[in-house]
């Protein structure tokens, strides 16, 4: 694929702080230099970035979702490989989205950038579906929400069935079908059948047009939660109602985590009030016991905090440590 940066075991090292009598993850885990090198590998997670944020910006967003995958990479690759952290994962390398964005710096009106964002649907469709037809899980650093259309596209295609789920996320992405953008990404894998049940966990109901409640509650196949819900429980009734979530969608889904939904997380829409860090770890962990054909984490903006980054790489690390450590 002429649209791939791989991480390479050499390109790895710059992001690699190495100490002695120590072994950290990017220094044990495995690298590749092409797709077909992945059939005959036996690791599980295959972690890959998607580095743009033209599907934010043609929704009226904040820029900088672009900016995540590299200070993610430093995170990631730093933490410790030990009897908690294994390396049953491979660390593909990103989408090379340069000509794209020097494309859509030449376009003023956000309407004008669907066109690019349905080029990076194409792209993220193909490797999605490369990765889930090895069998394999992909774990996938956004980038923006818009994502999700081609996450669940791929993997409908690798699978050949329509398929489930879930999403943490403040917002719905369910609006209009008028061009694509980030925040209907989930409106076009309904209307193209790619996507089943729909549950959206954490929705703010003071961002949510009227029409898109009513979109939801006349349709089955879709179930949402409130933010206002998860206020005042415990932590255990916040794993019980997340539980219900993903019985809604037969405890069979892909997983899309939009980081708009964390409190105070550096994001394309930053929020005051919302989850906060370890409750999401919470409901990885818990999701990661379902089965899960993918997770999709979007719409930070590392750029500006290193925090953020390394909140990512809790979230992954939880997602791909397995059971018995």
């Known amino acids: 694929m002429k649209f791939f940066n791989f991480l390479t075991k050499n390109s790895a090292k710059a992001y690699i702080n190495s100490r002695e009598g120590e072994t950290k993850l990017g220094e044990s885990i495995t690298y590749v230099s092409s797709f077909e090198d992945l059939e005959n590998l036996s690791e599980k997670y295959v972690i890959f970035g998607i580095p743009e944020d033209i599907g934010v910006r043609a929704n009226l967003g904040q820029p900088g979702t672009s900016k995540t995958w590299e200070p ?18 491979i660390v593909l390398g990103s989408l090379d989205t340069e000509a794209l964005h020097d494309k859509a710096t030449q376009i003023k009106e956000a309407s004008q950038l669907g066109s690019l964002v349905s080029e990076i649907d194409l792209m993220v469709t193909h ?24 996450n669940i596209m791929g993997t409908a295609k690798a699978l050949d069935k329509k398929i489930h789920v879930i999403n943490i996320d403040a917002h ?3 609006r209009e079908t008028n061009y694509r953008h980030s925040g209907n990404g989930f409106s076009y894998a309904k209307q193209e059948e790619y996507l089943d049940r ?6 703010h109901q003071n961002y949510t047009p009227q029409y898109i409640f009513d979109l939801m509650d006349n349709d089955k196949s879709i179930s949402y939660s409130l933010f206002e819900e998860y206020l005042h ?36 829409a930053r929020t005051p009030s919302g989850f906060s860090v370890n409750e999401i770890r919470s409901f990885i962990n818990l999701a990661k016991k379902q089965h899960v054909h993918y997770l999709h984490i979007c719409e ?8 953020i980054a390394k909140a990512l790489s809790y979230f992954v690390s939880d997602f791909i440590r397995t059971e018995n450590n």
Do not use: M, W
């Open 198 to 203: 729909y549950a959206i966990v954490g929705l």
């Open 127 to 150: 490797l999605v579906e490369k990765i889930i037809s090895l069998d394999k899980i992909p774990v996938i650093i956004g980038g923006g929400h818009n994502n999700s259309y081609g």
């Open 72 to 89: 993610f990479l430093e995170a990631f690759l730093n933490i410790q490989h030990n009897q908690f952290n294994d390396n049953n994962c």
């Open 233 to 268: 429980l415990t932590t255990i009734d916040q794993l019980i109602k997340f539980k219900k979530a993903t019985d809604f969608v037969k405890n069979s889904f892909g997983f899309e985590l939009d980081c708009d939904a964390i409190q105070d997380f550096d994001s394309s």
């Open 300 to 307: 930070a903006d590392a750029s500006r905090n290193p925090l």
């Open 172 to 174: 719905t992405d369910l």
